[in-house]
């Protein structure tokens, strides 16, 4: 089955601990990119990655940092974490950057304490 | 200032109404998408348009470049279609999406 697979669905941490949420896609899609949800807020662009080895600065990238190390993989590290971090997160992927439709995991809940 | 603008953010009707839901954008996008978000927070992704107009099943989706408008239309709506409907813009570059804020659909049985 077609999918972007995001783990851990939930996470509670504590300031400071540093975490990773894993993304993956089996669709052997280029573009990945990473995105959080707040309240009133909507969705916000964390960082994306246009192909292998490719990654830049979306709408909020503070505090996070991303790597592509290979086509399937795109995890979000967030080396100290901090509560203005709780958030839902999102993945997604897409065949190419241009004007194809997206792919989204099913997300990530997680509270920093 | 959001570059989306959704309307209406709420909206409920009853089982079978015409649904319309609008999004404007300010500034020159090379597609905008259509997606909707589950009362389990789950996104899937309706349409993708660059131009005209989009069908699948019950749901059209029609964009007008010039006017920098797009609308999502539910026919024969029913409550499986209650959720967070989302547009957003695919600036020119092709590399970022700019979402808007979401319209909340209840449609009672």
């Known amino acids: 089955e077609a999918q972007v697979t995001q783990n851990p669905r939930y996470l509670i941490t504590v300031t400071g601990k540093k975490l990773t949420v894993t993304c993956s896609q089996n669709m052997n899609h280029e573009y990945m990119s990473w995105y959080r949800q707040d309240p009133g807020l909507g969705l916000r662009q964390i960082y994306y990655s246009m192909n292998v080895e490719v990654t830049d600065k979306g709408d909020v990238p503070e505090g996070y940092k991303v790597s592509r190390k290979e086509k399937r993989n795109f995890p979000l590290i967030l080396e100290s974490p901090s509560p203005n971090q709780t958030s839902l997160y999102f993945c997604?992927?897409?065949?190419?950057?241009?004007?194809?439709?997206?792919?989204f995991g099913s997300g990530t809940r997680l509270t920093v304490v | 200032k959001n570059e989306v603008e959704q309307s209406p953010q709420n909206l409920t009707a009853q089982e079978g109404e015409f649904i319309t839901i609008n999004c404007s954008y300010s500034v020159g996008i090379s597609a905008l998408h259509w997606l909707q978000q589950h009362p389990g927070g789950g996104i899937v992704s309706l349409f993708m348009l660059s131009s005209g107009k989009k069908k699948h099943g019950r749901l059209i989706a029609t964009i007008n470049i010039q006017e920098k408008h797009s609308s999502l239309h539910i026919t024969a709506s029913h409550p499986r279609d209650s959720a967070v409907y989302i547009c957003a813009w695919q600036e020119t570059s092709g590399s970022r999406l700019t979402f808007g804020e979401g319209t909340q659909l209840t449609v009672n049985p």
């Open positions: 997604a992927s897409s065949l190419s950057w241009a004007n194809y439709g997206y792919t």
